[in-house]
């Protein structure tokens, strides 16, 4: 038997599911794609199909640290300022040269950072433990000269082994990786010019309503500009997709028909606005009958009326689908919560939640109906404890308040009220402000 809670959550499509249940709905319906070899230099983000080992050491040779002279350490041992040893200096060495002679007794060689260190040597003493600033050299002469040598180094002082930094063969990055820019560094530092990654996947996105227009039109009077679209379009970047605008379609079965049919070269189609209980709201029907229905309402606040399903195409598996509601906030925080985890998975991405940390809540949200509610709020660092504040106005509609935040404050669906001063858990969509708040206010 139902409670009566739950008959009140049964839906004209079915009942009403939890954030979980719909993610794992929607989770289950998306598969990570094939992998694919592409330049390295446009990986950033993307997450490794295959381990990489390395085939060299790195660095490839022993070289020095610092710009100097190689020494015989045994040459130099008594050396200090007021006793400098004096060594003949038969050779130089710039980075980029090879260096395959040996160091003679009472010789050294003029070395520079990163140049090979010559054969024998025992460590490089830095030009200002000698006399070298007295010398007037001639920049590119490699006449003989003496040099003082001022200090008495360790063995191996400024020499960096080789294979210091990576071994070869061994494993530098393992499969699963999301790549960073020092991961593409470390990759390139091994001479890799292209890697093994997931393929990122193609996100179509359509809006829909007659009362949109494109940003950029002439301004009508009834009518809006199609915010969602932009906002979905930057949101699947960020999370790592590849966006295909489909444009607007009208609250008509045909125009939704002849714009989704653009969507099928994609993985995943997104549309915004027609799911909830409007006479125009239409796009819940278009999925029923083109396709197969999974999911039909969320318990969330903002974001309830969302659908999911997946749209039959001719050859290929089934289209998923995820019907966000149309008011900017809630599609946006649909978004996070759903459409953001399926691309994760697609691009191969093993972590999928969203970074949550816990602040102090500033002021109170109310949770009426028995909704999860995330509440837009701005998160801030007070001498090192985070304070979350809402960020302005929670309807739905209202996306100056999402601009404004950094985060999703999450009342649970089983609590009445958040007050000020509890602890509250925050998904955080962004750290930029985080930090620099306080030093922004001050220098206004
Ligand atoms: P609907 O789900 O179609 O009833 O739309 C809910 C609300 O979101 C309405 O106020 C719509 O005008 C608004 N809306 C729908 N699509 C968009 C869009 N692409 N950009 C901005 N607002 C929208
Ligand atoms: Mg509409």
Redesign the pocket.
Known sequence: MPSIEQKHNLHQHGPMHSVEETKSIILQSVDTLASENKPLIDSLGQVLSKDITSHFDIPPFPNSSVDGYAVIHSDVVSASKNSPIKLKVSHRVYAGETANFELEAGHSARIMTGAPIPKKTSAVIPFELTNENLLNLGQNTRESYTIEIHDSPSINDNIRPQGEDIKKNTKILKRGAILKPADIGLCASIGLDSIDVFQRPKVAIL???N??LSPGEKFSSGK??????Y?LYSSIIQAGGIPLILG?AK?SIESLKEKIQESFDSDMLVT?????K?D??I?KDFLSKNGKIKLWSVNMKPGK?LAFGTLKRNDQKPLPHIGL????V??LVAFHQFVRPAIYKMMGRKTIEIPTIKAILENKIENADGRRVYARVFVSNKNGKLYASLSGSQA??V?SSMSTANGLAICPENIPVKNSGEIVDVQMLGWDELETDESLQDSN
Not at 224 to 229: A, G, H, P, W
Not at 272 to 276: L, M, N, P, Q, T
């Open positions: 809006s829909t309503g009362e949109l809006i500009f199609d915010s969602n679209s906002s607007i609250d915004s606005a027609g799911v909830s409007g125009y709201d796009v009326p509601p149309g008011n900017p809630s599609s739905s509609n996306l």
